[in-house]
């Protein structure tokens, strides 16, 4: 297996000092499945203090847990001290942790798979769990007793999805029943945690799976009520052959290929407002969904209280996801300023997650592909021709009068009618002259 070369330093140092040093967790895990662990965690019998004396670069990050950063030419590693947890009081983290063999450290882990060691000096796995051969067998399994396990760290009910949904592994029996079992639990975890976890499933491979693992364990209604009552909300059969929101959100979930966090909680959430906005007229009809979901989106992102940046993306991806079906029809000032937007290719996307979702028609995601290519940045953002100050100097007296002239300005610049600083004065004359003072009198 290869191994990190920095790390290898690292443990080579603590090794020659006298003290055990082993890879940890992850990236035992993933070098045993054959990915590339993303960070290389060792643990030690070495306390927080012995290893900032034997490194010249290190950081202070959690010296109560025992941890500290150290600063190699390869990156950032995280020693840790074997430890063992004190008592969980409150459903989160242990009250205190006091230093332990290497054994009890692996008991302290969530689930077997995670709770691996590897000696790279000895080529050899070491495992107090059973985790090598759950990995083998394709099994996630709490440590110990899953009720246990899962009630001192609510947290580890979100990481189980996870990690089934991205190894594509089965949840063990006793861990999936208390899953479920213990799933109201969450909600004492705080929203950063529980948002940092969802955004990590949704963007991994095997959002779907973690989602229908979110629904049938009941973490779903938990965390996200608008989500999960999205089963069983039919559909018109004639737009959606595929069946209610819920299958169509896991389908268009399914067409996302390592997506951004916003455009994966854009495609979670881009059909929220169905539910309220149900209605059986000449057909199902879900009038305004789009306006009605983002608002209820909004208010998930500041309930999981995302950044303002990530929320407004979401929003504005929830709001604008029906725009694209009315791109030909728009006037040519209004596409150019629609296919301009920042946000527009990740609303592309989604657009074409959408479609494949249900009839699987693209060709207004086409249409607009072929739109971009043949525009020029020009085209697109057309040159300032005059400013604020021209039109002052023109005997226009300053107000909101100004602004609305320049921006009425940019879309004549982009319908194709002004191209010149000369024709945009006698474009603006010829439509404002009248609010202007006659100069000279
Ligand atoms: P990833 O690849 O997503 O980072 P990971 O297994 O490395 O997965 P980390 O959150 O980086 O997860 O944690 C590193 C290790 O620390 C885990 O493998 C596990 O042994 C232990 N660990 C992390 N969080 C918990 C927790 N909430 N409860 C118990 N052990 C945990
Ligand atoms: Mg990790």
């Not at 074997?82 to 009250?95: A, E, L, V």
Request: glycine letters at 10%; proline letters at 5%; a negative charge.
């Amino acid at each position: 297996m290869r191994v990190d070369p920095g790390a290898l330093g690292v443990l080579n140092t603590l090794r020659e000092a006298g003290f055990r040093a082993l890879l940890a967790g992850g990236c035992v895990r993933d070098m045993l499945m054959g990915i590339e662990p993303k960070d290389w965690d060792i643990a030690t019998d070495a306390g927080p203090e012995q290893v900032e004396g034997l490194f010249s670069r290190t950081l202070p990050v959690g010296a109560h847990f025992g941890i500290c950063v150290v600063l190699a030419k390869g990156g950032q590693y995280e020693v840790a001290r074997f430890r063992r947890d004190g008592p969980y009081g409150d459903g989160r983290r242990p009250t205190h942790v006091e230093p332990a063999d290497e054994c009890a450290d692996a008991q302290r882990r969530d689930f077997t798979i995670n709770g691996l060691f590897y000696d790279p000096f000895l080529n050899e796995i070491i495992d107090y769990v059973g985790g090598r051969n759950d990995i083998e067998r394709g099994v996630i399994r709490a440590i110990g007793d899953p009720h246990a396990r899962f009630g001192e760290d609510y947290l580890r009910l979100l990481r189980c999805v996870r990690f089934a949904a991205r190894f594509g592994f089965s949840i063990e029996e006793p861990t999936r029943s208390a899953l479920s079992a213990l799933a109201e639990g969450i909600e004492s975890i705080a929203a950063e945690r529980v948002e940092d976890e969802l955004t990590r499933m949704l963007t991994d491979p095997g959002a779907v799976r973690g989602l229908e693992l979110m629904m049938d364990s009941g973490l779903l209604r938990v965390i996200l009520p608008e989500v999960a009552q999205l089963r069983g909300v039919e559909q018109p059969p004639e737009f959606h052959p595929e069946g209610d929101v819920w299958t169509h959100l896991l389908l268009v979930m399914g067409q996302l290929d390592h997506p951004t966090p916003e455009l994966a909680w854009a495609a979670l959430l881009h059909d929220i407002g169905k539910e309220p906005t149900f209605e059986v007229r000449d057909r199902i009809r879900f009038n305004r969904h789009d306006v009605v979901g983002a608002k209820m989106a909004e208010a998930i992102c500041r309930r999981l209280r995302m950044s303002n940046a990530r929320t407004e993306r979401i929003v504005e991806l929830v709001a604008q996801h029906m725009r694209i079906r009315n791109a030909p029809d728009m006037r040519e000032s209004t596409r150019r300023r629609f296919l301009r937007q920042d946000c527009f290719s990740q609303l592309l996307e989604l657009h074409r997650a959408d479609c494949m979702g249900c009839h699987g028609k693209l060709d207004l995601h086409e249409y607009c592909k072929a739109q971009l290519a043949l525009l020029s940045e020009e085209q697109l953002r057309p040159p300032r021709l005059l400013g604020g100050r021209d039109l002052l100097e023109l005997g226009l007296k300053p107000g909101p009068l100004v602004g609305r002239i320049l921006d009425r300005l940019e879309e004549a610049q982009l319908e194709g009618n002004v191209e010149s600083r000369d024709q945009a004065l006698a474009w603006v004359c010829s439509r404002y002259g009248a609010s202007f003072k006659t100069v000279g009198n």
